[in-house]
Structure formats: structure tokens, C-alpha cells
């Protein structure tokens, strides 16, 4: 859609028309102005609105992080935690102040249970190939009970 410029000659195009360059042009710097305008004050509402509610924030997060790395919600992990009766899949230990972390097989992404951090930690390094479970079993029947080392006091 056109329309003559009488006062100078020009034959224009309509300029809210999408296809033309000057308005899209003007429209982004339009854009990108109300956006400078009122970040800082968006910004300082949210900083404001974790600082007073840190749990609910926290608890968001993770939801969240549930759903984009294992495709599980909230009630998915309580039916597992509840399936393990709130232990450890390996140890059995009660987890002190803190979730049990998520156990799945990298390659297929399927969740074999919950466990500890050390749990976790330890299987991680296993299953990487960063140690071997012969060389630890060989280990332990060398050494079954440890050696008992004695602190020496200290000096004051």
C-alpha cells in the first residue's frame, strides 16, 4: 500500500507496513528504548522479590531443573522417594538437611533411583571409568580394617 507525498514529490510506502525496512528499523530502536527504560526498575523488582522469598524461589529452581534435565515433576520424585521409604537406593542412610540427588544412565537418561551425594559422587566416578572395582576390592582385603593412625597432641 502506497501513498503520495504531495508536499515533496515522493511516493512512499505505508510505514507500519512489516516489509519496510524504515519501520522495522524504527520499531526495534523503539523497542529496545522501552526496554533500557524500565530494565534497571524489572531488575530491581526481581532482586527484591528472591531476596523476600528465597525458599519459594529455591523450590521454583528446582522444579524446574527437574523438568528440563530428567522430564519429572515434583510428585514423580515423591513417588520415588516414598518407593525407597526417603533413603539412600545404595547406602540406606536418612539424608541430613538435603535431597537425594537423581541417579540416571547418561546415555539412555533413564532414572534408576535416589541417592546420597557421596553415593552419587562415587557412582559418578565409577561409571566414568575414573576407577576400577577391582583394584578397590583388592584394596579392601589388603587393608580390611585399616591402619589405626594416632594423632599426636598439640603443641601449645
Same mark, same amino acid.
Not at 529452581?61 to 514423580?76: C, P, Q, S, T, V
Not at 580394617?145 to 599426636?152: C, D, M, P, T
Given at each position: 500500500? &502506497?501513498?503520495?507525498?504531495?508536499?515533496?514529490?515522493?511516493?512512499? &510506502?505505508? +510505514? #507500519?507496513n512489516a516489509n519496510n525496512p524504515i519501520w522495522r528499523e524504527n520499531r526495534r530502536k523503539s523497542r529496545k528504548r522501552s526496554?533500557?527504560?524500565?530494565?534497571?526498575? /524489572?531488575? @530491581?523488582? &526481581?532482586?527484591?522479590?528472591? #531476596?523476600?522469598?528465597?525458599?519459594?524461589?529455591?523450590?521454583?529452581?528446582? #522444579?524446574?531443573? !527437574?523438568?528440563?534435565? +530428567?522430564?519429572? /515433576?515434583?510428585?514423580?520424585?515423591? !513417588? *520415588?522417594? #516414598?518407593?525407597?521409604?526417603?533413603? =539412600? &537406593?545404595? =547406602?540406606?542412610?536418612?539424608?541430613?538437611?538435603?535431597?537425594?540427588? *537423581?541417579?540416571? /544412565?547418561?546415555?539412555?537418561?533413564?532414572?534408576?533411583? !535416589?541417592? =546420597?551425594?557421596? =553415593?552419587?559422587r562415587f557412582l559418578g566416578l565409577l561409571e566414568n571409568g575414573r576407577y576400577d572395582t577391582k583394584v578397590i576390592n583388592a584394596? +579392601?582385603?589388603? /587393608?580390611? !580394617?585399616?591402619?589405626?593412625?594416632?594423632? @599426636?597432641?598439640?603443641?601449645?
Open positions: 500500500m &502506497a501513498y503520495k507525498d504531495y508536499q515533496y514529490g515522493l511516493e512512499l &510506502a505505508c +510505514f #507500519k526496554y533500557y527504560k524500565y530494565h534497571h526498575k /524489572n531488575l @530491581e523488582k &526481581a532482586k527484591l522479590y528472591r #531476596k523476600n522469598n528465597k525458599e519459594k524461589v529455591k523450590m521454583t529452581n528446582w #522444579k524446574a531443573r !527437574l523438568k528440563y534435565r +530428567f522430564g519429572i /515433576n515434583e510428585k514423580d520424585y515423591n !513417588l *520415588i522417594l #516414598k518407593k525407597q521409604k526417603g533413603r =539412600c &537406593a545404595i =547406602c540406606k542412610k536418612l539424608p541430613l538437611n538435603q535431597r537425594l540427588d *537423581i541417579d540416571h /544412565n547418561h546415555t539412555t537418561g533413564i532414572i534408576r533411583g !535416589l541417592l =546420597c551425594r557421596g =553415593c552419587n584394596y +579392601f582385603k589388603k /587393608n580390611p !580394617l585399616g591402619r589405626k593412625v594416632k594423632a @599426636e597432641p598439640r603443641k601449645s
